[in-house]
């Protein structure tokens, strides 16, 4: 085997490599010989199938097969040689292959992985926010519970966020009425964020017996393609207004938690753990988002492109099945992977930053860290056992534990390396309760 290496670009490598013919033939004429004792055809028994035959009806296949194994064989050889790592799947173009050739020559256009240096983090100031969680903020988790078991009664009263309306209504687009755009008795919900803002704005103040007509700018993003970014024109009559009638914070309530004896304590402690475990959860998801900004900002290397496209077609895949769950129309154009580019790069160019870091600093999963977060998994189920099963039978989901573990560690060692400053965060803000 002969090869040269060409480099293109900071990344981009183009390697050339020549392999004599006679080795492609020779394993060719060896793979056929084996296939002659276990081939069948018709009119010979088995074992005895002339050559001539089997090269006949076998021989394009497996040239195709020994030439694609001299690929890999070669391209793998040639990279060790060379201490080359590849990014990506590489490019192939077959030059020469065939029988009477000299040599199969062969090319490959691929990308390598990039020299990554993360500067001193020792001056950087990294926040870390906290919470804390007293009565209020249990008040206000109870609070968003007596709101998810509302019910509504008919009040003579304007409409406002909280509120539900019964309405008729009809949407057109440039005088055509549009599909699902219209309806008579339908029961609507202001402050939920689930309406058009143009829509929920213009029922806003609405009482009972009111008609209005206004329009009503679809966003660009809208799920139906047939309305994004248009603007469409609505009446709407309201029948009427409803308003919520919250649940007391008695024993009935409790036992409707889940509590038989209806101890309101019992709830309250009960909300108060919970909701401790949910903020020191999404504190830590912050808290991780702050050290890999930090990271991103302490680090400047090309990012290998092919990488960026593989991420992207990962992303937009992930979107695609997360619209379908949703019960959105989804056609199979793929979705351009422009829109992705910016988050795909910033994924991949952090994964690099977090390999390096954690090559660099030892900070490799161990063991026991991989047990715990496992069996923390596997206790919030009724068969533990099959749960830690699910993930030690199998690599892959095993890997997803360690590169959970390796991101902790390198957060951890950010926070002892890196100026930390305690900054407050809001509740609200951080449950999600200010949307």
């Not at 069948?40 to 694609?68: C, L, N, W």
């Not at 900002?297 to 937009?316: C, M, N, T």
């Not at 199998?394 to 390396?417: D, G, H, Y």
Request: proline share 4%.
């Amino acid at each position: 085997m002969e090869s040269t290496l060409e480099t293109v670009s900071n990344l981009e490598r183009k390697m050339s490599i020549s392999v004599p013919m006679t080795e492609i033939n020779s394993e060719v004429v060896s793979r056929l010989g084996r296939l002659t004792k276990t081939v069948k055809v018709a009119g010979f028994r088995p074992g005895k199938v002339p050559m001539k035959i089997v090269e006949q009806q076998h021989g394009a296949q497996v040239r195709s097969e020994v030439m694609s194994d001299a690929i890999g064989k070669n391209l793998g050889s040639a990279l060790e040689e060379n201490d080359l790592k590849i990014a990506g799947l590489p490019k192939i173009d077959v030059e020469a292959k065939e029988a009477k050739d000299e040599n199969f020559v062969f090319s490959a256009a691929f990308e390598v992985y990039p020299v990554v240096e993360v500067k001193d983090i020792s001056d950087c100031s990294i926040d870390k926010p906290t919470v804390g969680v007293g009565d209020d903020e249990i008040d206000s988790t109870l609070g968003i519970m007596q709101k998810q078991r509302a019910t509504f009664e008919v009040a003579a009263k304007s409409a406002e966020s909280g509120d539900q309306l019964k309405i008729d209504f009809k949407g057109s687009v440039d005088g055509e009425v549009f599909e699902g755009g219209s309806g008579e008795g339908v029961v609507m919900s202001l402050g939920e964020g689930r309406l058009v803002p143009d829509f929920e704005n213009a029922l806003t103040g609405l009482n009972a017996g009111d008609e209005k007509t206004f329009d009503v700018q679809f966003p660009e993003d809208y799920a139906s393609k047939e309305l994004a970014g248009k603007q469409a024109q609505f009446e709407v009559k309201v029948h009427e207004v409803l308003g919520a009638v919250l649940p007391k914070i008695d024993s009935e309530f409790a036992k409707q938690m889940g509590f038989e004896d209806g101890d309101v304590e019992k709830l309250r402690s009960e909300v108060e753990k919970n909701v401790n475990s949910e903020v020191e959860k999404r504190l830590e998801s912050r808290q991780k988002d702050l050290v890999m900004k930090t990271l991103l900002g302490q680090a400047e290397f090309d990012v290998p492109q092919s990488l960026i496209d593989e991420e992207g077609q990962r992303l937009s895949e992930q979107m695609r099945e997360n619209m379908k769950s949703r019960g959105m129309k989804v056609d199979d154009a793929p979705l351009p992977k422009e829109v992705f580019a910016e988050e795909a790069t910033r994924r991949v160019k952090l994964g690099l930053i977090i390999a390096h870091v954690a090559e660099k600093n030892e900070l490799q999963p161990k063991p026991d860290q991989l047990k715990e977060v496992v069996e923390e998994m596997a206790l919030g189920y009724e068969k533990p056992q099959e749960v830690r099963d699910w993930y030690y039978k199998n690599p892959q989901r095993l890997r997803e534990i360690e590169s959970f573990v390796v991101e902790k560690n390198v957060v951890t060692w950010a926070l002892e390396n890196a100026k930390v400053k305690e900054t407050k965060a809001d509740f609200d803000e951080l449950m999600g309760l200010n949307k």
